[in-house]
């Protein structure tokens, strides 16, 4: 699926900026679940929503923290969708 140009750009960087030994399987599997969401949705392509709702929906509590950080200082507004949702930790 194509995704939008400065949605992919941050995401890219982003990913960069995950600690190596989970960086991979991060992408992964948020490249996949944000492909999915955006298919769901009927988009032509992958948007920051879609990204924003991959990442909040396959984040192991663990994690959680310093994804909303990430996606904060990487110009993901989270917010704007209606994240973070009450979520069991």
Do not use: C
């Not at 991979?24 to 920051?48: D, F, M, W, Y």
Request: no cysteine; charged share 25%.
């Amino acid at each position: 699926m194509v995704w939008e140009a400065a949605t992919e750009s941050k995401f890219k960087v982003l990913i960069s900026k995950i600690p190596i030994f989970h960086r991979r399987i991060t992408e992964s599997v948020v490249r996949r679940q944000a492909e999915e969401i955006a298919a769901r949705r009927n988009a032509s392509g992958v948007q920051e929503q879609d990204v924003v709702a991959a990442f909040f929906s396959d984040v192991p509590s663990p994690f959680y923290s310093m994804m909303v950080r990430l996606l904060g200082q990487n110009g993901f507004d989270y917010k704007k969708y209606g994240f973070p949702k009450n979520i069991k930790k």
